[in-house]
């Protein structure tokens, strides 16, 4: 069996190919382009090695067009959390940080874990998860530019300075709104992704923004139970203790997709008060001494485990439902 562990830069791929039986190596580096990933099928099928699973590390938008690409080619391709190769290399005992060791321990890692393989998203869920990612910065750059209004309100500057702040203001607004329309015809013309997120909307504390973002990650990922949504969230409480003196403080995990946290933050703050699911486990934690953080971090759990429920039924939200 062979394994390919490939370290993603934006420039260039460092593949390492493991043949798990004799245990010889051999490294390739390549342009992270098209030509580049048709010059590392060649490269495999030279050594005889035409279909081994390739383990690789997301970063960012850059290991994107060679998943797709060598899962279109008939490879086997898993995804690894960053977190949980961090823990493996150190079991290994490997202290350099270099393209090429990371390739050796991906190719290890995918020796010893046998990890699952990744599933690439839809042509649609790709399009839309792309939108998501361009109206969100869109808003954030309009925050930005409010801000910059605000703190120019209160400060004697040019008049040309103001109006270029207006207009970038106006420019933004108008933008935003183009996308989010682009966004909305997009859900709609896909029956599966209106459906989900209509019966995401029916859930006290989902509003638009956070019924896109999970219609775009249900579309692009199967989920077999609400506990592992949690997980791949980030949102699943991890312990600090290690004998009788370390009683640190349980936190989030933080493992998956930091931009939908953020997402489902302020609306999980919301549903304490509105959603009455999350309220019962927002005043029975606080009654126990929790933390408001801590009841914050539980109501975005919760709210995760109902956005599952009702896409996983397909039915609407129950708020008589005993969970």
Not at 2 to 20: H, N, P
Not at 26 to 42: D, M, R, W
Not at 71 to 77: C, E, N
Not at 86 to 113: C, H, I, M, N, P
Request: proline share 7%; charged share 25%; glycine share 6%.
């Amino acid at each position: 069996m062979f394994y390919l562990g490939v370290d993603v830069a934006k420039a260039k791929l460092d593949c390492m190919l493991l043949d798990s039986t004799s245990g010889k190596m051999k490294s390739k580096s390549i342009h992270n382009t098209p030509a580049g990933f048709v010059q590392l099928l060649e490269w495999l099928t030279k050594n005889k090695a035409p279909k081994p699973h390739v383990v690789m590390e997301p970063t960012g938008m850059y290991h994107e067009g060679a998943a797709l690409a060598l899962t279109d080619a008939g490879l086997t391709v898993s995804l690894v959390n960053p977190a949980q190769l961090r823990s493996f290399a150190q079991g290994l005992g490997v202290k350099t940080k270099t393209d090429k060791a990371d390739s050796v321990v991906l190719a290890r890692y995918g020796a010893t874990q046998n990890p699952d393989p990744w599933q690439p998203p839809s042509p649609s869920a790709r399009q839309l998860k792309a939108l998501l990612a361009r109206r969100d910065a869109v808003a954030d750059d309009l925050q930005r530019e409010r801000n910059r209004k605000e703190a120019n309100d209160f400060s004697p500057t040019p008049e040309a300075v103001g109006e270029s702040i207006a207009q970038s203001i106006a420019f933004l607004e108008a933008e935003l709104k183009r996308l989010e329309k682009l966004i909305t015809t997009h859900i709609n013309d896909d029956p599966d992704m209106r459906n989900k997120k209509e019966l995401l909307e029916t859930i006290p504390g989902v509003g638009p923004r956070v019924s896109s973002h999970m219609t775009a990650l249900f579309a692009a990922r199967t989920f077999e139970r609400a506990e592992q949504l949690a997980a791949y969230l980030g949102l699943v409480p991890v312990q600090w203790e290690s004998g009788s003196s370390v009683r640190g403080r349980p936190h989030m995990s933080k493992a998956g997709p930091a931009h939908l946290r953020k997402v489902l933050y302020m609306p999980a703050v919301v549903a304490r008060r509105c959603n009455p699911h999350i309220k019962a486990l927002n005043d029975r934690l606080l009654a126990k001494g929790k933390s408001t953080m801590a009841a914050i971090g539980a109501a975005m759990r919760k709210l995760a485990h109902l956005c599952f429920g009702v896409v996983y039924t397909g039915k609407p939200y129950d708020p008589t439902f005993a969970m």
